[in-house]
């Protein structure tokens, strides 16, 4: 059975200390990986796709790396603004197609 | 353009009421998914459909819950004689494609807060 996880659960980080958000997965066939970020009390917000091992994308100071079993979302010099729930959610070959499945989430505060 | 539009944002319902909930997705867009969101749980999938047909329901409960995406309008969760376990989150997405190609990227809405009283 296809599924996510993600690590760790909650992560404080000052302002400007970098760290890296894990996600592992395991899929009949990796058709995509997705990042999203959600604000409490609303709707997830794209950030990126990934779909091949070895595979980087950025944006700001976010950037998301791929491999055969895990994906890490990586932020550099982060800002309070950056705080939020990170979401990955992946699309397999043998999975109900079109039906991606989204891991828990790791909730990040930056404290100024 | 407009993005994925919801309405309510906030919907009260007392037990055995219907509940329904509106989905617009983005201008150009004819994938839309349902999820659900429970407090402190991530999102679930519920249903996948584009115009006029249901692509994958496999994560709907079989009883009391039906989508539809007419061709003209939005698209409509609906959930019936509700009880008190369906309060949540009901996010809706659109994407351009399918999710397993290019352009897959799907948009979320702001969501429906679900309680039922």
């Known amino acids: 059975e296809d599924q996510v996880t993600q690590s760790p659960e909650a992560l404080r980080l000052q302002e400007g200390e970098s760290s890296s958000l894990n996600c592992s997965y395991t899929?009949?066939?990796?058709?995509?990986l997705f990042w999203y970020r959600q604000d409490p009390g609303k709707g997830p917000e794209f950030l990126f796709t990934?779909?091949?091992a070895g595979e980087e994308k950025e944006k700001e100071r976010l950037k998301a790396t791929l491999t055969k079993k895990e994906s890490f979302l990586h932020i550099t010099a982060p800002k309070p603004e950056d705080s939020a729930t990170y979401l990955c959610?992946?699309?397999?070959?043998?999975?109900?197609?079109?039906?991606?499945?989204f891991g828990p989430g790791t909730s990040l505060s930056v404290i100024p | 353009n407009a993005g994925v539009m919801q309405n309510p944002r906030h919907l009260v319902r007392r037990r055995g009421q219907e509940a329904r909930l509106r989905c617009s997705p983005m201008?150009?867009?004819?994938?839309v998914y349902w999820y659900r969101q429970l407090p402190e749980e991530g999102l679930k999938f519920m249903v996948y459909?584009?115009?006029?047909?249901?692509?994958?329901e496999s994560g709907m409960p079989k009883e009391r819950f039906s989508a539809e995406f007419p061709k003209e309008g939005p698209s409509i969760l609906r959930i019936q004689q509700v009880v008190r376990g369906d309060s949540a989150a009901y996010f809706c997405?659109?994407?351009?494609?399918?999710?397993?190609?290019?352009?897959?990227?799907?948009?979320f809405g702001q969501g429906t807060r679900l309680t039922v009283v």
């Open positions: 997405a659109s994407s351009y494609a399918g999710q397993g190609g290019p352009n897959a990227e799907a948009f």
């Open positions: 899929v009949s066939g990796l058709r995509g």
């Open positions: 990934l779909y091949s």
């Open positions: 959610a992946v699309l397999g070959w043998k999975t109900s197609y079109d039906k991606v499945i």
């Open positions: 201008k150009g867009h004819s994938h």
């Open positions: 459909l584009q115009k006029e047909n249901i692509i994958d």
